[in-house]
């Protein structure tokens, strides 16, 4: 028999690739944190002798989740200015607490809280925007989760840097620490258009180029930043970044909610990554992300919570519905974005917008055992027709039981391998208590 360190029998596996596929009684075989099997359990259990064996008889085994969006250490601002205008938000609460709160600390602690959410709802990989990467990364690279970390560029101050520049050359210097980095990766972070001069978006691009570094950027959120953009540059904003040659494949657009036709050809034409965020959209009323009409022009569409201060969670599975069911609502068609496609979405392509659909996104030989088991016992979920809408339009991201990144386990039961739940909550509590001294709002 052939040793190997992990067999996982489930009694639905849904690799993703292909789509739509559901194996029943099957079992993915793991070793040195790669997959190298997916078979029937009897034939597993003839061929492999594992060093530990999961029997997941009522569980769909998935990908590993991938938040194709998200500020992790917003999550010490959850709750912190709610019902309100993108703009309102940001001016007037948001980036004066960011002032008065941030630092390496801060992002440290709600790194932490941010990364155990995710892991226990599911999610093994993160494309992260915000200050102070260097302190997010250990605590990732810790509690064992993949993280792909930018820090913002902006034009004007804050606790991290002075100007452009400064943003620039601290962005740089991350990178070359986590350069060969297995689990932690660096990519550039221009804020958006109405925040980024045009030199900043030239150089960003360069840099991109000669490092091979992804970018991730808020690009059309709403109705008003494209009207402020035409009425300052005399242009849309994605034509402006198209003139300046920032459009390609290697970049992950924000929100995308504000889109005509020939946009949306124009991001296919040059392979742009959308990152979908639509409870965030929804709670801002920035708008609708034309999902259906990228999806049939071929635009990789992912998924991403945004941060928990406008989110209010960074569930990636309630994501996923509602992502499902707003596309069917904002096309008419409830055929769109349907049950296999959001999965895919919150997987395969949340990989790609990370670079890693190489590596992670499907259970595939060869991959990484990034995986998720969910447990399909809760009588809400009696009975199973279909694992896959199950996934998509039933489960809760309560239901999910294991989590393994790179093979090894991070989630058994719902609890998340290397958290001290006692003293996660007194330091979020504590930071609260900040908050409210600095703001006046309280928690």
């Known amino acids: 028999m052939e040793r190997i360190d992990a067999l996982i029998h489930a009694r639905h596996v849904v690799p993703v690739v292909p789509r739509g596929v559901v194996l029943s009684e099957h079992a993915v075989a793991i070793h040195r944190g790669r997959i190298v099997g997916i078979l029937p359990s009897a034939d597993a259990r003839a061929r492999y002798e594992a060093d530990s064996e999961h029997e997941l008889d009522r569980h769909a085994l998935i990908p590993g989740l991938v938040n194709a969006h998200c500020h ?76 792909s970390l930018g820090a913002p560029v902006l034009e004007f101050p804050t606790p991290y840097a002075r100007d452009a520049s400064e943003y620039l050359a601290r962005s740089l210097a991350f990178a070359d620490a986590v350069r060969g980095d297995d689990m932690i990766l660096a990519s550039f972070a221009p804020h958006a258009p109405y925040t980024v001069s045009d030199d900043s978006f030239r150089r960003i691009r360069t840099y991109a180029d000669q490092l091979g570094l992804r970018i991730q950027c808020h690009i059309h959120e709403t109705a008003h930043e494209v009207e402020e953009a035409r009425r300052l540059h005399n242009e849309r904003p994605l034509a402006r970044l198209e003139r300046l040659g920032f459009l390609g494949p290697d970049l992950t657009a924000v929100h995308m909610t504000q889109l005509t036709p020939a946009e949306i050809e124009r991001v296919a034409r040059h392979g742009v990554v959308v990152a979908h965020c639509p409870e965030s959209n929804l709670k801002l009323a920035s708008g609708f992300c034309p999902v259906g009409a990228l999806l049939e022009a071929g635009v990789t569409v992912s998924i991403g919570t945004d941060g928990a201060a406008s989110n209010n969670d960074l569930d990636l599975l309630g994501e996923l519905r509602t992502a499902a069911l707003l596309a069917k609502g904002v096309g008419g068609n409830a055929a769109l974005m349907d049950a296999a496609t959001a999965l895919e979405c919150a997987t395969l392509a949340g990989a790609r917008a990370i670079g890693l659909e190489d590596r992670i996104g499907s259970i595939e030989i060869g991959k990484v055992a990034d995986l998720v088991a969910i447990d399909f016992g809760r009588i809400g979920l009696a009975p199973v027709y279909s694992p896959v809408s199950h996934i998509a339009y039933a489960a809760s991201r309560h239901d999910v039981s294991h989590v393994w990144v790179d093979g090894r386990l991070r989630v058994e039961h719902g609890l998340v391998a290397g958290i001290d739940y006692d003293r996660l909550r007194a330091t979020a509590a504590r930071w609260a208590l900040r908050a409210e001294a600095a703001t006046g709002q309280r928690a």
């Not at 600390?105 to 993160?126: K, Q």
């Open 72 to 147: 992790a250490a917003m999550t010490l601002l959850r709750g912190i200015a709610d019902d309100l205008p993108l703009m309102t938000w940001l001016q007037e609460h948001i980036w004066p607490a960011e002032g008065a709160l941030v630092s390496a600390e801060f992002v440290a602690d709600g790194a932490e809280l941010a990364a155990a959410e995710m892991l226990a709802g599911g999610v093994t990989a993160v494309n992260d925007q915000y200050f102070f990467p260097e302190a997010a990364a250990p605590v990732f690279r810790r509690l064992g989760m993949r993280a």
